[in-house]
């Protein structure tokens, strides 16, 4: 993942998790919804990511 994607996800989970609080205080679950929806998505891409990088990384390791 390049550094501008992982900035790109960072920012639109963190105004997603922002617009779906403020949207729960104010009383719009649909619109709550809609937000939480993206937050999970955007948290089980990040997720997914990282599982990604950790193989890699095992693989790349040098055996001693």
């Known amino acids: ?3 501008t994607q992982f900035i ?3 920012l639109t989970t963190v105004l997603a998790t922002y617009w ?3 949207a729960i205080l104010a ?3 649909l ?3 809609i937000y939480g929806f993206f ?3 955007n948290l089980r891409m990040s997720y997914r990511v990282s599982k990604v990088i950790q193989v890699l990384e095992s693989l790349t ?3 001693d």
């Open 1 to 3: 993942m390049r550094v």
């Open 27 to 29: 009383g719009e679950y």
């Open 39 to 41: 937050v999970i998505r």
């Open 8 to 10: 790109f996800l960072m």
């Open 61 to 63: 390791k040098k055996q």
């Open 20 to 22: 779906m609080n403020e």
């Open 31 to 33: 619109w709550a919804a």
